[in-house]
């Protein structure tokens, strides 16, 4: 089994970790109370990680790829998110929920034509799952797509897509009801199926973007389909097994969306034990202070834990052995610990922490979120019984 260690990383992840770091600190760092403030969209900062090569890290060279794997990608997302959670879930979901299901699922012909344009950073592909009625219930999709004419037609709505309606997103990739199947009890049972749509097809609509609490810098929009034609060669995957495959994508997700938590908690920690040292109060720094030395060390074993969780579900993963509950167990701690450290960040910051120009307060707004996107904590305990045999 192949197996990663915090602290001792092969040479070839711990310089890629190095190098993101380098970039988060003097690149991302300095402009991201900027961005945030003006709810805008990091292109330039996009285009520099597409240079580096961080849109292309799992994938196979001849498709414009890296040639590395998932856990070099978690790495890059866990060194981004220490300064800007934003950029981060921008990365995570353009790599892990928009290119990830074609390099899974695609034929030749479909990661031909559309990995190099996403692994290169100059284009972004959404997932687009979820519906007003579908979320945590992802079965229940009435996005529907009928086949007339060698052509899909598709007419629906998803909800909370990232990346989706950007300068640079070239296309969403969207579950939709594509008939019924008689289910082993003999019922009948919606088939859902995985459709491609390239952005500028007419009928699809990318609406307003969403006025959000944090991630003010991420793009997010509602998304419409009126009559939407694709043609039939743009499913993606088996016809039936789009809930299917995306499952496996929302598996994998999870280890990276963990390695977001653990960027942002581990942020809060560097950010407060600088504070702590500088903040002089009665006479000395409030670091002298045992509340405060225990606050911060309880901040640091929630990070040690939350890595060493999404360190054990990425090397599962690697080594092509069952990760699922792994998995949902690193998003479910990292996502608290991420929660808790802002939270105890603010409060060690005083009315510093509830300055928006401060990273903790960003921290704060953009934290919860990790509780609730890519399946709630309530999702992962559900995961979690299932995999112990509860269910």
Avoid at 344 to 370: C, P, W
Wanted: some cysteine.
């Amino acid at each position: 089994m192949i197996t990663f260690m915090p602290g001792q990383l092969p040479e070839e992840y711990e310089s890629l970790r190095q190098q993101v770091a380098k970039f988060s600190d003097e690149e991302v760092a300095p402009v991201s109370a900027e961005l945030d403030a003006k709810h805008e969209f990091p292109y330039k900062l996009v285009a520099k990680m597409g240079q580096m090569g961080l849109f292309g890290l799992p994938f196979d060279e001849k498709y414009g790829g890296m040639g590395g794997d998932y856990f070099a990608l978690c790495l890059a997302i866990e060194e981004l998110a220490r300064n800007n959670q934003s950029l981060a879930i921008t990365l995570e979901a353009g790599v892990s929920l928009g290119a990830m299901p074609i390099y899974r699922f695609g034929t030749e012909e479909q990661k031909q034509e559309w990995l190099p344009k996403l692994t290169d950073g100059s284009g972004l592909a959404a997932f687009g799952l979820t519906e007003a009625e579908a979320g945590s219930d992802a079965g229940g999709t009435k996005t529907k797509a009928v086949l007339e004419n060698g052509e899909w037609v598709i007419n629906g709505s998803k909800q909370f897509i990232t990346n989706s309606g950007t300068d640079i997103t070239r296309l969403v990739t969207a579950t939709a009801v594509t008939g019924t199947r008689t289910g082993r009890d003999g019922k009948e049972k919606p088939e859902i199926s995985t459709i491609m749509i390239p952005t500028g097809t007419p009928g699809f609509t990318a609406e307003p973007a969403y006025d959000k609490v944090g991630w003010n810098s991420s793009d997010t929009h509602p998304l419409t389909f009126d009559n939407v034609r694709v043609p039939e060669e743009n499913l993606l995957g088996e016809r039936g097994r789009g809930y299917a495959n995306f499952l496996r994508i929302l598996d994998e997700g999870r280890i990276a969306v963990a390695a977001l938590s653990v960027g942002a908690a581990q942020g809060c920690v560097d950010e407060s034990v600088r504070y702590a040292k500088e903040r002089v109060t009665f006479g000395k720094p409030i670091a002298n202070y045992q509340g405060i030395q225990f606050k911060i060390a309880r901040m640091e074993a929630r990070v040690v834990a939350a890595r060493a969780a999404y360190y054990l579900a990425a090397s599962r993963m690697e080594s092509g052995l069952p990760f699922k509950k792994e998995a949902a167990v690193a998003k479910l701690i990292a996502g608290d610990a991420a929660m808790d450290n802002a939270r105890d960040a603010t409060q060690i910051f005083g009315g510093y922490g509830f300055m928006n120009e401060y990273l903790v307060a960003r921290h704060y707004r953009d934290s919860k979120i990790l509780e609730v996107g890519e399946g709630t904590t309530e999702v992962q305990y559900m995961l979690i019984a299932r995999e112990l045999g509860l269910a």
